[in-house]
């Protein structure tokens, strides 16, 4: 059994396309996140959402929005793609918010052309 | 601004050969200090939380402690199978969670 599941596991596109990346956890968790991992392998938080509300929202351009339609699902919409967007993708949850063990999906390598 | 420091950023070992990781950590009322290893395609897998100066857990070869400013993980007498890249992260006062650059450790056979 998945813990927490992303699709797509690769996602290549041109520039200035719209693409979204599905993550979902059954682990009964309340608390989820999307992270950005570069290709110097440095690991950034860009949102947190616990029992569908955000709460943690980082310097991220508009263009990035995230879907949350019940608990254990969390999804991450990329409007007018850029080169820069280039990255590997990774859903995690935790228990709760405060939950310091978090469980990370296998990631999505999105590949802007 | 709160940081987190990891060194050395890459490390190769015979297997055999105990090390340290070292984590160096400028966080805003420190709220955990984690350690997350990640094998090449995967997502990191969390391996232990410390939150306080003193603090020690251990897992199989690992040991992770504690201080004002910094945290070690300890591998004794590593095995190829550890070889994987070492995450270090905080939580601060905000509940904002860091993370460093990652050691990648290589153990030889």
Same mark, same amino acid.
Request: no cysteine.
């Given at each position: 059994d998945?813990?927490?599941s992303q699709t797509p596991k690769y996602l290549v596109t041109q520039m200035g396309n719209d693409k979204s990346i599905k993550c979902e956890q059954n682990l009964g968790h309340d608390t989820m996140y999307w992270y950005k991992q570069d290709s110097k392998k440095f690991l950034k938080i860009m949102f947190s959402y616990n029992n569908?509300?955000?709460i943690i929202n980082e310097t991220v351009p508009n263009r990035f929005s995230?879907? /949350?339609p019940d608990k254990a699902?969390?999804?991450l919409h990329i409007n007018s793609l850029e080169l820069g967007d280039s990255a590997v993708y990774f859903c995690a949850? /935790?228990?709760d918010f405060l939950g310091h063990e978090?469980?990370?999906g296998p990631g999505t390598r999105l590949t802007v052309l | 601004?709160?940081?987190v420091t990891q060194s050395p950023e890459a490390l190769r070992l015979q297997e055999g050969e105990s090390s340290s990781l070292n984590c160096s950590y400028t966080v805003s009322g420190l709220r955990g200090l984690f350690w997350y290893r990640q094998d090449p395609g995967k997502g990191p897998e969390f391996?232990?939380?410390l939150y306080s100066a003193g603090e020690e857990k251990e897992k199989e070869r690992l040991k992770a402690t504690l201080t004002k400013k910094e945290s070690f993980l300890h591998i004794t007498a590593p095995k190829p199978e550890d070889s994987a890249t070492y995450l270090c992260a905080a939580r601060n006062r905000d509940d904002k969670i860091i993370f460093g650059k990652g050691t990648r450790l290589h153990i030889l056979p």
């Open positions: 998945t813990a927490v569908k509300e955000l995230p879907k /949350s699902h969390l999804n949850s /935790s228990q978090q469980f990370f | 601004e709160d940081q391996l232990f939380t």
